[in-house]
């Protein structure tokens, strides 16, 4: 999908950007947010001085100490300790020997991740922008948030052509992704910081599944590319087979097929939610004639069953019962 073309403009904003800014709470200014680096230095300078059997004990003094607050979160949300992470990365130290590089090119990408703030601005006048934290983990988290920040995991972005397959499971063998791609999970993850869907109203698959997609739907159009390019290209073939099996279960409270199933899904992607969530939001945006109007409604449901009502996302599949209901 093409990007709005605010995104361009914004690259020259770049320069009066907030980058280095002592700023602990979301501003409504795009500038303001700052986009810290320094958890990754501190991760390989950690690595670089343990021994495998001293790990944790490194990783304690030289990481987690001095971290940044959102290591803080994402060691609760994520990591769990230092004996944790320690433990991960000695069983695949080969594979974050091949991320490293990757990893630190992430600070050369500011300008594209600020550039899609700017991008949101525009389209949501009332978005917020939180400080982002690049951290790295145990390979259990590409992305998420905390009250006051973004949380990125960049080892999860280190997928190369020398990757060592060999070390990885099936799940990591999926879903790790090339470092260009963290612009698209900042953008996710963004749009995740703006939703005002209450927690309760996403109790049922219909509802987690708008609320993951729609992230990546509008995270696309505010950066150009989104993190699940992969399950379109499964799902983009199989759209009528894959709603069919969906709706009959999408009231139910079942994610075990759809969100969040990992290695578990073995016969198809993972996390085909994404995808399903993704062309609903998609729909209801399409129609639109104010597409201003439409992302404030996205990032603002208040009754997913509804929003799938009035996005006309069944109907694609219906085209006769559309045309009647037209000549009514």
């Keep these: 999908m093409r990007t709005v073309a605010v995104t361009i403009l914004a690259l020259l904003l770049v320069s009066a950007s907030g980058f280095g800014r002592n700023q602990q709470v979301a501003s409504g200014n795009p500038g303001d947010a700052r986009l810290v680096t320094s958890d990754i230095q501190n991760f390989w300078r950690a690595y670089d001085l343990a021994k495998p059997e001293n790990l944790a004990e490194v990783f304690d003094r030289e990481y987690f100490t001095p971290g940044s607050p959102g290591l803080k979160d994402f060691t609760q949300l994520r990591i769990k300790d230092a004996k944790t992470l320690a433990a991960t990365v000695n069983q ?47 390979l259990s988290s590409g992305g998420t948030t905390s009250g006051r920040a973004l949380l990125i995991g960049a080892e999860m972005y280190g997928r190369t052509p020398e990757m060592p397959q060999e070390v990885l499971n099936d799940w990591l063998k999926q879903v790790l992704s090339p470092v260009e791609n963290v612009p698209a999970i900042v953008a996710h993850e963004l749009i995740h910081f703006q939703q005002k869907s209450p927690l309760n109203l996403r109790g049922t698959l219909l509802g987690q599944t708008i609320h993951e997609g729609s992230a990546d739907f509008v995270g696309e159009l505010i950066c150009g590319s989104q993190i699940n390019t992969h399950l379109h290209a499964y799902g983009n073939p199989r759209e009528k087979e894959l709603w069919n099996e969906f709706k009959p279960a999408m009231t139910g409270k079942d994610f075990s097929k759809w969100l969040y199933n990992g290695s578990a899904s073995k016969d198809r992607p993972a996390d085909l939610g994404y995808y399903v969530g993704y062309k609903i939001a998609e729909a209801y945006y399409q129609q639109a004639k104010d597409k201003q109007q439409a992302i404030k409604g996205i990032l603002e449901i208040g009754d997913f069953e509804q929003f799938l009502k009035d996005s006309g996302y069944e109907k694609k599949f219906h085209p006769s019962t559309s045309s009647q209901e037209k000549s009514k």
Excluded at 92 to 100: C, I, M, N, P
Excluded at 109 to 118: C, D, E, L
């Design 92 to 138: 695949l130290r080969k594979y974050y020997d091949s991320a490293r590089a990757s990893t630190l090119r992430i600070e050369s990408m500011q300008p594209k991740i600020r550039a899609s703030f700017y991008a949101l601005k525009y389209l949501y006048p009332e978005a917020v922008f939180p400080d982002v934290y690049f951290l790295i983990g145990r």
